[in-house]
Nanobody
């Protein structure tokens, strides 16, 4: 059983920062790609940042490039979000795929998901 647990969400004013974490545990021999998704009410879930298991090849959606940073250590994955905007408000999810990272970040390509953490920007 693989479990992903997100934390760090909350409410922040525009221009502020939040740091999200994703802790991966369970019976998984290896994974190759972790991606953060977000979903705002009435909108599709979009992939915004991804990284390989070794902490390499970070990639970002244009909407967050230059403001968000994804990183990976032995214990957890971190999404540092700076200069937050009202349009960043959403439920944020981390997800794993056991295959390598793909050029696109589509939710249908991911095997395991966390329960999400809410980000509110006012």
């Amino acid at each position: 059983h693989v479990q992903l647990v997100e934390s760090g969400g909350g409410s922040v004013q525009a221009g502020g920062s939040l740091r999200l974490s994703c802790l991966v545990s369970g019976n998984i021999r290896s994974w190759h790609c972790l991606t953060w998704f977000r979903q705002a009410p009435g909108k599709e879930r979009e992939g915004i940042a991804r990284i390989t298991a070794g902490g390499g090849s970070p990639a970002y959606a244009d909407s967050v490039k230059g403001r968000f940073t994804i990183s990976q250590d032995d214990v957890k994955n971190v999404l540092q979000m700076n200069n937050l905007k009202p349009e960043d408000a959403a439920m944020y999810y981390c997800a794993l795929r056991t295959g390598g990272c793909l050029p696109t970040m589509m939710m249908t390509d991911y095997n395991y998901w966390g329960q999400g953490t809410q980000v509110t920007v006012s």
